[in-house]
């Protein structure tokens, strides 16, 4: 299990990650065809406690989209289904997902923890830890795993959260500037279902 700090965040077991996984893809698909959610009902208690997710997708290795709540604010499993179907259809940054797309596509869940807001960027831990930046109106969040799998160190971590957030590279060290970590429990296809 990859698991950005090194211990369970959530907690969750290899049945109820199955399950979110392959309600992810259920989700997109049901989507495409009928414009709505699939009818599910979750395994387990934990699946309906509230946390912050994010859903990414992966196409040949390359990102296909990536949307998700921070924080809590549904029980996870329909958190997973509303991140599943933004991810696939209203990421701006790519066109929506087309059927004969799903083959293709690699899906990975992100489980937050709560945030920590931060004083000191020394608490930071590279591929512990994912980054908020936030000024005024602008704000911007790396998740744990960006990272480690683009060999950032801390300050470019910063920096490019800031770029995320449309704020100057530099914007970290404004007393302004506020910063909140978090941890995450993220899982993906190929190490739980084998694919």
């Known amino acids: 299990m990859r698991n ?3 211990e369970p965040i959530v907690g969750l077991n290899k049945e ?19 414009q709505e959610y699939p009818a599910t009902e979750p395994i387990s208690d934990k699946l309906k406690e509230e946390f912050g997710v994010f859903v990414t997708l992966h196409k040949h290795g390359q990102l296909r989209g990536c949307i998700g709540y921070v924080e809590g604010i549904k029980p996870l499993y329909q958190a997973v289904m509303d991140m599943a179907r933004s991810a696939a259809f209203s990421d701006p ?23 920590k807001k931060i004083k000191d960027v020394n608490e930071i831990q590279v591929g512990k830890h994912g980054i908020i930046i936030q000024k005024g109106f602008q704000r911007g969040l790396l998740l744990p795993q960006v990272a480690t799998e683009w060999h950032w160190n801390r300050e470019e971590f910063l920096r490019q959260t800031c770029f995320k957030a449309g704020l100057p590279a530099e914007a970290w060290k404004d007393p302004g500037t506020e910063i909140m970590i978090f941890s995450a429990e993220i899982f993906n296809e190929k190490e739980i279902l084998g694919h």
Do not use: C, N
């Not at 990650?17 to 309600?23: E, G, H, Q, R």
């Not at 797309?101 to 923890?113: A, F, G, N, Q, R």
């Open 4 to 6: 950005s700090s090194g």
């Open 16 to 34: 109820e990650k199955a399950y979110l996984l392959k309600l992810v893809r259920q989700t997109i698909l049901t989507y495409l065809e009928k």
């Open 93 to 115: 940054r790519f066109p929506p997902v087309k059927l004969e797309e799903m083959k293709d596509l690699e899906i990975e869940i992100s489980v937050l923890s709560p945030l």
